[in-house]
C-alpha cells in the first residue's frame, strides 16, 4: 500500500468491494501473491457468540443505515420478487446454509442468446473443477455423518430420505461447509475445533451442535464461514480488512486504474433515528486493479449507479437476472401409521441438525428428464423457532387441559396434595405435531433468467414475474413438493408470498454476466469488465444463468479461476 501524500489517496494494488464468497477467494489469492490488498465490506464482523439471538437484538439485526440500522440481514423488495442478503464480513457465507454442491457439466448450457436463447455459459464444468477442488479443500467439506450416533437418530434426514426413497427418487446427503468432526476423530457435537493457526478472531469455534441456527448466524463458529478461512488467509498474508465501509462510487483514474469513494457508518447511531446518509464523508482510496464482489445486486447497483464514468460499457448490463429457481415451501403435521394402523404424529423435528442436510435431485430434459432441472432440499429452523409455532396451538392446549387443572385446584382447595404434576405441566404444551411435524421444502434449480434490472431515481428496480416464461418450472417444483408431503402423510402448504404473485430468492443471480464479447456479456469469461482494464468482477452478477444448485461453491471456484487470470495477467505489485 502507498499511504495518502499532499491529499493523493492511499494507493492498493488491488481493492475488493464485498467479502463474500467472490470477494474472500479473491482478496486471499491475491494478498497471498504479494499484492497489497484493501477489502471494503459494509457490514460489521461477527465473531462466536456475537450474532443476536433476544427479540430486541434481532429487531435491530438488518441493514438500513438511514434508519440507525447496520445489522446482518438486508431484504430487498421488486415487483415480483422479494431478495434476501447479508451484510458482514463473509457476507453470504453468515447466513447461508452451507451447501457445496457443483454445478451440474450438463447445465452449462449454450444457446444463441440471438436467437431467442436464455443462457450461453462460456466456461465449461472442467474449466471449473480445479476450482472447485481448491475451494473445498481451503473452506473444508464434510458430510453429515449420518452412520453414527447420535446422528443415525435426526428425524428430518430419515423421513426425508424415506419420503425420497418410497418416491423413486434420487436423495443425496449434501455436502456442507461445517466441521462436524475434527480430521481423524469421530464426530461429536460441541467438540473444541482444532485449527491449524488462529482464525482472525482469535476465537476458540466448536464442532456443529445441531441447533439448526446457521441461517441465522452460527454463535458456535461450527460453520466454516469465510471469515474463519480465505478472509483469515488474506489478513494473515497482508490485507486490510475494513468493516462499515460502504462503496457510493468509482472512475477510472489517470493514468491507470480507478478512484474508490466510499463512506464509513457508525454503529452508534440510535436504532429507528433517521440518518441522513447522503451526508456522510466520502472517503477515496486508489488502487490498479478493482474487484467488485457485492454481490448480484450490490454490484448490479454499483455498476449501473456509475455507468456514466464506463464509457462503452456492454449494454448486457442489467440482463439476465435469476433468483436461481428459489422456491420455499412445507410440509405440514406430517402424520404416520402406528402398529394398530391409526395416524398418529410423526417426528420431523426440523430444528435438530443443520439446516440443509439431505436433498432430491430431479433431472430435466437436457438428461432424459422433463422441463428443467432442480433441487428439492430438507430445511430447517432455529430450535425456538419451534415454540414460536407452538404459541399457535397453546389456545387450544390450555383449553384441553382446564379440566386436569380444574380438578388439581378443587384438589388443592379441599386439602389434598399431589407431589407430582409433571402430567398436567406437560399437557398445557399440547400436542406439539405443529412445530415437530413440520418439514420446509427449499427447491431451487433452472428457472429461466430474463429479469432485468435498471436504476430509477437512484434506486435498483427489477422487472421479474413468476408467472412469466419460468411458470412452468416452479409448477414442477410445487408439484414434487406435494408428492413429498403427502409421503410424509403432512398437507402441502405454499408460502404465503406465493398467493400474492411473488417469491423470495436467496440466491440472486444475473445482471453482469458473462460472455465471449461486450455482445454477448459485461465480463469476459475471466471475471475482467469489457473495454476497462483493471476493472474486475467476482460475484454471482456474472452467472449467465442459474447454477442450479446452490450457487456459493461455484461463485468462489469462479472468484478462484479469475485470481489466476488477474495475476497471469503479469502486472505484479506496483
Not at 42 to 70: C, Q, V
Not at 242 to 250: A, D, G, K, N, P
Not at 323 to 344: H, I, P, S, Y
Amino acid at each position: 500500500m502507498v499511504p495518502s501524500v499532499g491529499g493523493a489517496p492511499e494507493h492498493f494494488d488491488a481493492i475488493v468491494v464485498g467479502s463474500g464468497f467472490g470477494g474472500s477467494v479473491t482478496a486471499a489469492r491475491l494478498a497471498e501473491a504479494g499484492w497489497s490488498v484493501c477489502v471494503l465490506e459494509r457490514g460489521k464482523a461477527y465473531p462466536p457468540t456475537t450474532f443476536p439471538r433476544s427479540p430486541l437484538a434481532m429487531k435491530r439485526n438488518f441493514w438500513d443505515p438511514s434508519e440507525g440500522l447496520h445489522g446482518m440481514f438486508d431484504f430487498w423488495s421488486f415487483s415480483g420478487i422479494d431478495a434476501l442478503c447479508a451484510s458482514g464480513l463473509g457476507g453470504g457465507s453468515l447466513i447461508y446454509a452451507n451447501v457445496f454442491l457443483r454445478k451440474d457439466e450438463r447445465w452449462f448450457v449454450k444457446e444463441d442468446l440471438a436467437k431467442g436463447g436464455y443462457e450461453d455459459w462460456p466456461v465449461t464444468r472442467a474449466d471449473l473443477d480445479p476450482h472447485y477442488d481448491e475451494v473445498e479443500r481451503r473452506i473444508g467439506v464434510q458430510r453429515f455423518p449420518l452412520d453414527q450416533s447420535p446422528y443415525d437418530q435426526t428425524p428430518k434426514v430419515l423421513a426425508y430420505r424415506e419420503a425420497a426413497e418410497r418416491l423413486g427418487l434420487d436423495w443425496l446427503l449434501a455436502p456442507l461447509a461445517v466441521t462436524f468432526a475434527n480430521d481423524g476423530s469421530q464426530a461429536v457435537p460441541g467438540e473444541p475445533i482444532r485449527e491449524a493457526e488462529p482464525n482472525l478472531h482469535g476465537r476458540t469455534r466448536t464442532t456443529c451442535q445441531m441447533c439448526g441456527e446457521c441461517d441465522i448466524g452460527c454463535n458456535y463458529g461450527s460453520k466454516n464461514t469465510l471469515d474463519y478461512n480465505y478472509l483469515t488467509y488474506a489478513s494473515r498474508a497482508g490485507a486490510e480488512l475494513r468493516t462499515l465501509c460502504e462503496v457510493r462510487s468509482f472512475e477510472p483514474a489517470e493514468g491507470g486504474g480507478y478512484t474508490v469513494h466510499y463512506v464509513h457508518h457508525d454503529p452508534a447511531s440510535p436504532e429507528g433515528q433517521p440518518v441522513d446518509t447522503s451526508a456522510l464523508g466520502l472517503q477515496r482510496i486508489g488502487c490498479k486493479h478493482l474487484i467488485l464482489s457485492a454481490g448480484t445486486l450490490g454490484t448490479s447497483w454499483l455498476m449501473l449507479r456509475n455507468r456514466a464514468a464506463l464509457p462503452g460499457l456492454s449494454d448486457q448490463l442489467g440482463l439476465g437476472f435469476s433468483g436461481n429457481g428459489d422456491l420455499l415451501t412445507f410440509a405440514v403435521r406430517a402424520k404416520r401409521e402406528n402398529v394398530e394402523r391409526k395416524q398418529v404424529a410423526r417426528e420431523i423435528e426440523p430444528g435438530i441438525g443443520p439446516v440443509i442436510t439431505s436433498a432430491i435431485r430431479m433431472p430435466d430434459e437436457l438428461e432424459g428428464g422433463e422441463g428443467r432441472g432442480f433441487y428439492l432440499e430438507d430445511a430447517g429452523f432455529p430450535q425456538f423457532g419451534g415454540w414460536m409455532l407452538e404459541m399457535l396451538e397453546e389456545p387450544e392446549a390450555i383449553a384441553k387441559t382446564l379440566p386436569k387443572f380444574a380438578h388439581y385446584v378443587w384438589s388443592l382447595i379441599h386439602g389434598q396434595r399431589h407431589s407430582e404434576v409433571g402430567d398436567l405441566a406437560s399437557a398445557l404444551l399440547g400436542n406439539c405435531d405443529l412445530s415437530s411435524g413440520l418439514l420446509p421444502l427449499l427447491g431451487m434449480g433452472r428457472d429461466i433468467p430474463g429479469g432485468k434490472m435498471s436504476l430509477q431515481e437512484g434506486s435498483l428496480e427489477l422487472d421479474w414475474s413468476k408467472d412469466g416464461r419460468s411458470a412452468p418450472y416452479f409448477d414442477r417444483v410445487r408439484k414434487l413438493s406435494r408428492e413429498v408431503a403427502a409421503e410424509l402423510g403432512a398437507d402441502f402448504l405454499d408460502n404465503p408470498i406465493w398467493h400474492v404473485n411473488r417469491v423470495i430468492t436467496v440466491h440472486s443471480l444475473g445482471g453482469c454476466r458473462m460472455g465471449r464479447s461486450a455482445r454477448e456479456g459485461v465480463v469476459d469469461p475471466f471475471g475482467r469488465v469489457f473495454g476497462h482494464p483493471g476493472l474486475h468482477i467476482a460475484d454471482g452478477s456474472v452467472m449467465p444463468g442459474p447454477v442450479g444448485a446452490n450457487p456459493s461453491l461455484t461463485i468462489a471456484a469462479l472468484a478462484d479461476r479469475f485470481a489466476d487470470a488477474i495475476l497471469d495477467e503479469g502486472k505484479g505489485p506496483s
